[in-house]
Nanobody, 112 residues
């Protein structure tokens, strides 16, 4: 079976940082383009970033203001999303996707 699991979310104060991680079972993550999305309360799914299988090519959504960094460790079979300077509007469930498979997400809550 193919599974994606996101982790690393939690509660953080504005200005803080989090490092989200995406792991897979049932397939080799390093073979695929990986995409991160998020869905804020009462809003649609927002595309955030993707990274090529070899990690050389990265793309980011225009609204991210340089605060997000995607990376991958193909030895560990993981893809991370570092978020700095967190804002309340970053509150959302964050998902990663590979080969059409998306995990259940990890909740990020930013508040004081």
């Amino acid at each position: 079976q193919v599974h994606i699991v996101e982790s690393g979310g939690g509660w953080v104060q504005p200005g803080g940082s989090l490092r989200l991680s995406c792991a897979a079972s049932g397939f080799i993550l390093s073979d695929y383009l990986i995409t991160w999305y998020r869905q804020a309360p009462n809003k649609g799914l927002e595309w955030l970033s993707n990274i090529s299988p070899n990690g050389l090519y990265k793309n980011y959504g225009d609204s991210l203001e340089g605060r997000f960094t995607i990376s991958r460790d193909n030895l560990k079979n993981t893809v991370d999303l570092q978020i700095d300077g967190l804002k309340p509007e970053d509150t959302a469930v964050y998902y990663c996707e590979a080969r059409g498979v998306r995990g259940r997400g990890t909740q990020v809550t930013v508040s004081s």
